[in-house]
């Protein structure tokens, strides 16, 4: 079958199962373009800016577990994918950029709209492709899916030049992908595995630190098995929040720079870390030097690359995280660290990190337990980066699986709402909440007209503190109060949502918090609530930049809990 370049793109997508389309349309792929509309299976989703595309289907294969794709022209349309491919890459998030190219003859003329999307890239994606030929579309596509969803997930980009989507070729799309140069590792190495378990029998104050690689390898059961067998404490990563219930009596919360006070103080004094699925990130350690200097640390990963890239390891374990997991379960005989737990139990009860003061004001914290209260924890949760984003990961309580997408590695203002986007479009019928600052909001602001055009009934709570909340925080605790550069000046949120025709509310009282929510669950749309909070609130616990996990700054004492965590005794 003899078909042109473009409609090759559409019947490859619609073979590897592809359903949304993110993208923005322009010069260079309007053949592709014009062909989208005999390919009824391929959902297009027209975004306001690409960066918005990335960030959607970065969202969205959070969310469903498949390969998200964005689609953007030449030029500034490619450029625009950049950071939102560097923050899925950071995050392991498998997506699929495809963008156009301007014609063969013209590349490397400095023709209009041309950049070397593929030069630009190369270090922010796992594999990226210049197709110089229809002939080579089907197995480019392919392999870019095979690459994105396989061993440690990530993004592929796919450039294609405006000539070869209107050139003809045979098509016929492979059944299999055979790349030499890439193995992943699936099952890890029975002596390596023989090994930890040797480690966790003699462990007296283990410490398990669960990452994304959990939640990216569904490892939910057997992550669970592991600590009810051997008894061990569970701590998360920020992006392994969802991959062991908060209520759980091993639960203990999350670690590092905004972590638990008493998550932090474990894996200080514990004798053993088993790190699974996590890349031990500055902002999960602290410094570096003094991290767990008691431990020997067992590092279980897909990627080889991060083992033994930032922390000493004494047992490395390269694997699939549910392989290696069902493999470890079977070594481990039951066990009990009755006095560790009853040590951190106690540590939870004189350091309970989830701490308010008691106040008439409306602060942020109080918003995020609010809305936990009324979706019952049954709800994802997207942010952004900042403060929003810590105390969305402190105050609501996450029993559900997968329940929390937010930017890690990159820390990207502006995620949340086109993430939200994406995750709301892959799992229609989940309850899906942004909690946005008021500075994030306003980057990707433009994606409420494509929340409204796709009916996408997204619930926005928008933290309005008039500041870029957490740089405020720094620069009051680390630069004598020298606040340059963060007080905003915002918009009335209200009126842009009515613009946009969203509903919307303001909410100034604390007493009006719990309506405004239901409010917004009750209503069939997309909802926004403006919450002007108080305005120099600060995110504790925190660990300062340089400063070891031992070296955890608290709440001031005059704050009491209102909230205790639920599985606190």
Partial sequence: MRLNGARIVCES???????????????????????????PELRHILVRHEQGAAHAADGYARATGKVGVCLATSGPGATNLVTGIANAHLDSSPIVAITGQVARPFIGKDAFQEVDITGITVPITKHNYLVMDAAEIAHTVKEAFYLARTGRPGPVLIDIPRDVFVEEANFQYPDSVNLRSYRPTIYGHPSQIKKAAKLIHEAKRPVILAGRGVIISRAYEELRELAEKAQIPVINTLLGIGSFPDSHVLGFGMLGM?????????????DLIIAIGMRFDDRATGKVSAFAPHAQIIHIDIDPAEIGKNIRVNVPIVGDVKQVLLALNREISPQTHLEWVKQLEQWRLEHPSTTVRETDKLIPQYVVHKIHEVTRGDAIIVTGVGQNQMWAAQHFFYDKPNSFISSGGLGTMGFELPAALGAKIGCPHETVWAICGDGGFQMTIQELATIVQEKAAVKLAILNNGFLGMVRQWQELFYKRNYV??????????????????AAMRVTDKAQVEAAVRTAMDHPGPFIIDFVVEPEENVYPMVAPGASL????????????????RNTP
């Fill in 13 to 39: 997508l619609k073979r590897e199962g592809v359903e949304v389309i993110f993208g923005f349309p322009g010069g260079v792929v309007l053949p592709l373009y014009d062909v989208l509309p005999q390919f």
């Fill in 258 to 270: 905004h972590g638990m006070a008493y998550a932090n103080m474990a894996v200080d004094k514990s």
């Fill in 485 to 502: 550069g963060t007080p905003l000046y915002n918009p009335d949120f209200v009126k842009v949502a009515d613009a946009y025709g969203i």
């Fill in 550 to 565: 031992a070296d955890v700054m608290e709440a001031p004492k005059k704050e009491v809990s209102v909230w205790p965590r």
